[in-house]
């Protein structure tokens, strides 16, 4: 391994996480050192270690589009990447500020649509966005907040600097693998993060659930929670049951559910139970079959009356996707300008609008 990282060549004009042209960055060193002074074989016997894991606890996900077999294990690099402090508050200030637009942008665009009147954006993008609902204009939403669970894709370039690839806003995914990564991490490798300080993840369960709480239309103390999975063939299902299990709250598909007088209640072996938040799974058109798709069976007939109503909290928020569309990606740093009064921290990828 020594003679192998000894001959580790340094590319021009390609980013290399672990060394700069002249040396290895300070954050690589003490991991660098770790790997110096492990065998080869170690170093293959540990890759093998974490795949075995993934395999035997069932983190996998599924690829339809593969004949050989849907079922694959989550990819794993068995070394690390390493995000300095300085750097995550960067990425960790850019990403709250482009949420706080984007959801001023969800609020407007559903409401007075202001940003439309004042020409930053042009209405006729809205207008032709196949992701705008209309079915959701005016829809009064807890606190104002659409966007509960974003999934920000992040890329860095050949000059170190982080831009954002996309904006995930429906139904994101993937949170789950990243918390048995770290896990698998530490069990691997159990002295680098003690040395590096790595900051914990493993809370991420019960920051969800409280902020799920928080979103509960009626003011009680311990809202019922659950979580809407379209089912066992769905591609993130390993994810559903793992966050529901680590909160604590039913997994439910859409035949569980029933509505009456526009409130959604849960069926359970002693009766009817009243819903208040429901994390949902299953993207728009699938949600109702009221009012969008007649025939999707995952959804939950008449949950929109509810929603409408204010009986029912769904996060995230129904009709997201206008806020992650392609196009209107463009506009999201005028949205961070117009909104905030404040210039991107983390721009886009350069984009160009086809005219």
């Not at 996707?321 to 921290?345: R, T």
């Amino acid at each position: 391994m020594e003679n192998f990282l000894d001959q580790y060549k340094y590319i021009p004009n390609i980013w290399d996480e672990m060394r700069s042209e002249q040396t290895i960055r300070e954050q690589y060193n003490k991991l660098f050192d770790t790997l110096r002074q492990m065998h080869m074989n170690a170093l293959h016997d540990k890759d093998k270690q974490a795949s075995e894991l993934f395999m035997n606890q069932g983190i996998t996900f599924t690829v339809y589009s593969d004949n050989a077999g849907i079922e694959r294990i989550f990819p794993y690099d068995i070394i690390p990447r390493i995000i300095t402090a300085l750097e995550w508050k960067h990425i960790e200030e850019g990403i709250k500020q482009r949420l706080r637009a984007l959801n001023l942008f969800l609020k407007d665009i559903y409401n007075d649509q202001q940003i439309l009147k004042d020409k930053i954006i042009p209405a006729e993008l809205i207008a032709s966005c196949p992701q705008y609902t209309r079915q959701v204009q005016y829809v009064k939403v807890p606190h104002d907040i659409y966007v509960h669970i974003s999934g920000i894709d992040l890329i860095r370039s050949n000059d170190g600097r982080f831009y954002i690839l996309e904006d995930n806003l429906r139904t994101p995914s993937g949170v789950s693998y990243m918390l048995k990564n770290r896990e698998i991490t530490k069990r691997i490798f159990p002295d680098i993060f003690h040395e590096n300080k790595v900051r914990m993840v493993n809370n991420y369960p019960l920051l969800l659930h409280e902020v799920l709480s928080s979103l509960s239309p009626q003011q009680i103390s311990n809202p019922t929670i659950a979580l809407l999975t379209p089912g066992v063939y769905n591609s993130a299902y390993y994810e559903h049951t793992f966050l529901a299990r680590q909160m604590g709250v039913p997994l439910i598909e859409g035949r569980d559910l029933v509505v009456n007088d526009h409130k959604v209640y849960m069926k359970t072996t002693s009766g009817l139970k009243q819903v208040h938040v429901i994390y949902r799974r299953i993207d728009d058109e699938f949600l109702d079959p009221i009012m969008f798709r007649s025939d999707s069976t995952l959804g939950v007939p008449g949950i929109m009356s509810a929603y409408r109503k204010g009986n029912i909290a769904l996060a995230n928020a129904v009709g997201n996707g206008v806020a992650d569309d392609k196009a209107v990606y463009a506009y999201v740093p005028a949205m961070i300008k117009y909104y905030l009064n404040e210039e991107q921290i983390v721009p886009n990828v350069t984009t160009y609008q086809m005219v």
